[in-house]
Each structure stands twice: as C-alpha cells, then as structure tokens.
C-alpha cells in the first residue's frame, strides 16, 4: 500500500513554526508515523485548523511575526470548530511563567527547544491516545444520549396511543359522546395550566404532571365498557336502580387499569394518574359523590380537575335525555356548584378560562367531519 492511501488512516499533527528548518526537522520525525501539515504562521495555522482533515493535534510555537502562539490558541479555543483540538507548545522560551501561561490557555503540553526527539514522539503519541479515547467517549455519549432521547419518543408514544386506544375503546359503547374525549383532554390541560402557579396547586402541576393529565384524561370513563347496554345505552333518564349500576364505571375503570398491570407483571406509575381519575372524577367537594364518598382535599387532584371539564361537556352536549346547553348556561351551573360540587379554586380558574372552554368545544364539536 502507498504512502497516500495510507494516509486516511494515520493521525494528522499540524507544527506550526515560523522558522523553516524548525518545520524540516519535525516533520522528518513525524512524517513516518503520522501525516503532517504545516504552517509558517499563526494564520495559516487557523486555516488549516478549521479545514478538513482537522488536525489531531498541533505543535504549536509561540514566539512568531504577527500572531503569535499564545494568540492563536486563544483562538483555537474559542472557535467551537477547534476548541477541542489538543495544542503542545514547542518553543524556546523556558521561564515558568511562559509554561503556565500556556498551559493556562489551555495547551495540553509544553515542551522547550532544543527538543528531544524521543521526548517528543512520545508526548505525541500520548496525547493524541488521549484524544482518540477521549472522541470514542464523547461520540459513545452522544449515541447514548440519542438512543435514550428516540426510546423516549417511542415509550411516549406507546402511552399516547395506549391511553387513547383504550378512551376510544369506552367511547365505542356510547356513540353520543363523539368527541368527548378529545374535548376533556384539552379541557384539563387548560384548567391545570391556569392553576400551575396557584400555591394550593403549584407544586403538583408541574410540566411532565400536566403533560400525564392531558394523556389519562381518555380513561375517565373507561369504565363504561363494563356497563350493559340496557344501562347504558338507554334512550332516557335511569331510575334509581340504573343508576347504582352506572355507578359502578369508575370502579370497573380503575380495575380495568389494575388488570392491565397485572398483566404486564408490574406496576406502571404513568397509569396512577389515570387511576385516580377513572376512579375519583365523580366525587365531589362537599363529600356527596361516588364511589366513596370523599371530600375536599381527599379527592385527588387530577380527579377535581376531570370533574369540572366532565361536567361542563355534559353539560354542553345533546343526551337522549337532555339538550345540549349553551356555553353561558353551563357555566352558571359550573359557577352555582362552587364548593359543594366542585374545588372552589378551580372553578375560580374555570371563570377566568370559560371563552378557553368556549372555544374547544366549537372547535371539536360531535359530529364536525374536520374533528
């Protein structure tokens, strides 16, 4: 094989010396081990840096015309091009005080003429195995880190698209609700972002916390798959009876939910959200809702969130027993269960997002083909 093709695969030191039979001498030494530029000043040497094939390392004299070494690695460190290019200074200044400086500068090495040539190759060799395992790091790092960002994406998509498979799944059984749950999810995302710096709420609505309620709000009620249809899909009001049995979705939800995991062998915490959701969202403030009759501050949180955003697209949304209300209607209602149905402050937020509400639900109205 030739001296040129074999060049790819040989380490490029660039010397830098404005003396000629400095840049003869070392490239004599240099030359059968590693391909060699060189550059007779500060200047040259920026050019050949930034070009491909970037040097592997540069010796670098510091008392040269012009710009001298101290200069060009000042420059050589600031250009995000070359800064990690390793920089020994080969020069005939011996004061400690020239070596720290340059050292200072971030030179990896400082070695003073008259070299020695053994010294030299060896301090080459050295630093330029630093760089290699160095670089091996940094390009492993970054293959890491986006192998875990793309897996990330793929983990958040399966919870996307598991969360939403499983909404449809109970929308299926009620072909009213259309697009129920595309609205309530928008819904709670804005509710929970006009509370996120509220100091009852603020440090439980955080980003990724907002972010799990937009993705479980679609399992609110999928416990309604566990519901017969003479229940569920009756064309009228249910009578006492009925409705104990329609009671009894949030339970089937949460179980649904528990199953799944069961199932997969583990516990996953991205579903507690959907959980607490699917379980709680019909308790209510003053401690008169099911299943368990829980009140206040013992609700969960995403659960009063769901029960604000639930009722308003019940509310607004034709039933077979019922009319869809205007907007301004359900609001009032919103407003009038303040502290007995509903979390008083998040029906406070409620008001000051009401045209929010407004808005989505003209946007996703049942029935829109664009939807």
Request: glycine residues 6%.
């Amino acid at each position: 094989m030739s001296v040129e093709q074999d060049y790819p695969a040989k380490k490029t030191v660039l010397v830098v010396d404005d003396t000629p039979e400095n840049l003869t001498v070392m490239t004599g030494l240099l030359k059968g081990l590693y391909r060699v530029k060189i550059a007779p000043s500060g200047e040259h040497a920026l050019r050949i840096a930034r070009n491909a094939p970037q040097p592997d390392l540069v010796l670098l004299d510091i008392m040269m015309p012009g710009m001298d070494g101290y200069e060009v690695m000042r420059r050589l460190r600031a250009d995000g091009m070359t800064r990690d290019i390793p920089v020994i200074f080969l020069t005939a200044k011996t004061e400690v005080e020239d070596e720290t400086m340059g050292l200072d500068l971030g030179a990896v090495d400082y070695i003073t003429k008259p070299i020695s040539p053994p010294i030299v190759l060896a301090r080459v060799r050295n630093h330029l195995e630093l760089k290699a395992a160095r670089d091996f790091l940094r390009d492993k790092n970054d293959f890491l880190e986006a192998e875990i960002a793309r897996r990330t994406r793929e983990i958040r998509a399966i919870q996307d698209v598991t969360m939403l498979a499983l909404g449809s799944l109970a929308e299926t059984r009620d072909n009213e609700t259309g697009n129920h749950i595309r609205r309530t999810q928008l819904y709670i995302r804005e509710l929970a972002l006009a509370l996120r710096h509220h100091p009852r709420f603020a440090a439980r609505l955080t980003d990724p916390y907002i972010d799990l309620l937009y993705k479980s709000a679609p399992l609110h009620d999928i416990g309604k798959v566990g519901i017969p249809d003479r229940v569920l899909l009756k064309p009228g009001k249910l009578d006492p009876d009925e409705f104990e049995i329609m009671k009894t979705h949030t339970t089937l939800g949460r179980q649904a939910i528990e199953n799944a995991e069961e199932r997969l062998g583990m516990k996953v915490d991205f579903l507690d959200c959907a959980k607490e959701i699917a379980y709680s969202h019909q308790e209510k403030w003053d401690g008169s809702g099911y299943p368990e009759g829980l009140s206040g501050e013992t609700i969960p949180v995403a659960a009063r969130l769901m029960a604000v955003a639930d009722v308003y697209d019940a509310l607004i949304s034709r039933r077979v027993y019922k009319p869809a209300f205007p907007h301004e209607v359900a609001c009032e209602r919103i407003t009038a269960a303040r502290g007995t149905h509903f979390d008083p402050d998040i029906v406070d937020a409620f008001a000051r997002i009401r045209d929010e509400f407004a808005a989505i639900s003209r946007s996703y109205r049942d029935g829109d083909p664009d939807s």
